[in-house]
């Protein structure tokens, strides 16, 4: 929540919900694809190596562990110690900002030194790019410390 007001107090009010939009989205599809991957693995663990479960099908075994890994999360959101979800979204807020900022130094530096010349990005490609680096970075630092996250 933190993120999201300090994204409202440099410009309009209404950034901070678009902010908050933004980072439902990104939890959404990550959450999906985490899911996904803890489901279709435990699936085709339990068919290989659990004695008798290859009487049912894969694509249940994986639904079964889906629906499970939901109904887990579900419980954790409603009946977690006080704050749970906030948290969530704010850890969830910090640590997609800094991923993003770090992908985009990774991406100027091996754009720019391990491709070869005649592919390597123009320089209006590397200046959008180094603006998102100092975008996501700055504003994640900003909200750390107008918020009190930092330490004095």
Same mark, same amino acid.
């Given at each position: 929540? #933190?993120?999201?007001?300090? !994204? ?7 950034? /901070? @919900? %678009?902010? +908050? ?11 999906? @694809?985490?899911?996904?991957? *803890?489901?279709? @693995? ?18 249940? $075994?994986?639904?079964? *562990? ?6 887990? /999360? &579900? ?23 800094? #991923? ?6 990774? +991406? ?6 391990? +491709?070869?010349?005649? &592919? ?9 790019? /180094? *603006?998102?680096?100092? *975008?996501? $970075?700055?504003?994640? !630092? ?6 009190? %996250?930092?330490?004095?």
């Amino acid at each position: 929540m #933190a993120m999201s007001g300090s !994204f409202a107090s440099v410009g309009l009010p209404a950034l /901070g @919900g %678009v902010f +908050l939009g933004f980072i439902a989205l990104i939890g959404l599809n990550a959450t999906i @694809g985490l899911f996904d991957s *803890f489901s279709r @693995g435990r699936a085709d663990m339990t068919y290989h190596f659990v004695p008798g479960a290859e009487r049912f099908h894969r694509s249940h $075994l994986y639904g079964g *562990f889906l629906w499970g890994v939901i109904l887990w /999360g &579900i419980c954790i959101l409603l009946w977690a110690p006080a704050d749970g979800s906030a948290a969530i979204l704010d850890l969830l807020a910090f640590l997609s900002a800094f #991923a993003m900022g770090a992908y985009c130094i990774v +991406l100027l530096l091996v754009n720019n030194r391990l +491709l070869p010349k005649p &592919i390597r990005p123009e320089i209006w490609t590397n200046l959008i790019i /180094g *603006f998102g680096a100092v *975008f996501y $970075l700055g504003m994640l !630092f900003y909200s750390l410390f107008a918020y009190g %996250v930092v330490l004095n």
